[in-house]
């Protein structure tokens, strides 16, 4: 059996830029077809993608070239499926955790204002606490963010589309 050709993607070009490349990012594993691995090439080693992209089903191998640039291939992990009807990244196991400590409606803050809420408020909760919030939008920025600090999360539409819900759980990274 044939394995498909890797995605390439490489975010020197949007991180030179001075934008995000998480959403890219995303886009191109949505874009995957199944068992294609997605390549990624970065200006330094991207840590913190590895958690988000094994919570999405892919293993990484990674390793830097001659040239300092840094080669990632995420392969996706047989077997491995996100929980349906959570957003890409989301940690698995999630309805698992515990019953939020706080709760937080930032509906109608624009940004940045919910993301440096949920990053304060996330840093006052003790390792394995959790964090509910609302939300006007999917927090796209806020992801790297969270995994860069060592938390993680699992959101959602509801149902009627007029807010995202966030779970973080506090990690033990944070200072």
Request: hydrophobic share 45%; net charge negative.
């Amino acid at each position: 059996m044939t394995q498909p050709t890797p995605l390439e993607l490489d975010v020197r070009p949007i991180i030179r830029r001075g934008e995000e490349p998480f959403g890219a990012i995303m886009a191109a594993a949505d874009a995957l077809t199944p068992g294609q691995a997605l390549r990624l090439l970065a200006p330094f080693r991207p840590a913190p993608l590895f958690n988000v992209m094994a919570n999405r089903g892919f293993a990484c191998r990674d390793r830097q070239r001659d040239d300092g640039v840094w080669e990632v291939v995420f392969t996706p992990t047989p077997g491995a499926e996100t929980e349906t009807g959570m957003a890409h990244g989301s940690a698995p196991g999630a309805a698992f955790w515990p019953d939020p400590v706080r709760e937080l409606d930032l509906i109608g803050l624009a940004p940045p204002e919910p993301m440096v809420r949920i990053l304060e408020e996330v840093t006052l909760l003790a390792p394995g606490d959790v964090l509910f919030a609302l939300l006007d939008r999917e927090p796209m920025f806020l992801f790297p963010e969270l995994a860069q600090r060592g938390h993680e999360w699992a959101g959602n539409f509801a149902r009627s589309g007029e807010a995202y819900r966030l779970l973080v759980r506090a990690g033990a990274q944070d200072d």
